[in-house]
């Protein structure tokens, strides 16, 4: 298991961008896969992102070609660049990695 503290959320306008990052507390190297979820109010929690230990990454079609995960493993530390918000894209988003998650942090994009 792995603790996961995420930072970056906020407020922003449409069509903006934001960061998120996803501090893990220890070496990444041995995990598989890291990823992010969102859950927006009423809804179930839905993958948006995943990156592998081997760079491979896939997407949510609702955020390809708009959001972008990477991973810098010397930090420890997964990130998901943000762009071209929409107000859909509001929802508290949460860091993955096998048998771990974060507590959230809320993404709140106005129209």
């Known amino acids: 298991q792995v603790q996961l503290v995420e930072s970056g959320g906020g407020l922003v306008q449409a069509g903006g961008s934001l960061r998120l990052s996803c501090a893990a507390s220890?070496?990444?190297?041995?995990?598989?896969?890291m990823g992010w979820y969102r859950q927006a109010p009423g809804k179930q929690r839905e993958l948006v992102a995943i990156?592998?230990?081997?760079?491979?990454?896939n997407y949510a079609d609702s955020v390809k070609g708009r959001f972008t995960i990477s991973r810098d493993n010397a930090k420890n530390t997964v990130y998901l660049q943000m762009n071209s918000l929409k107000p859909e894209d509001t929802a508290v988003y949460y860091c993955?990695?096998?048998?771990?998650w974060g507590q959230g942090t809320q993404v709140t994009v106005s129209s």
């Open positions: 220890r070496s990444m190297f041995s995990i598989n896969y």
């Open positions: 993955a990695a096998p048998n771990s």
């Open positions: 990156i592998t230990s081997g760079g491979y990454t």
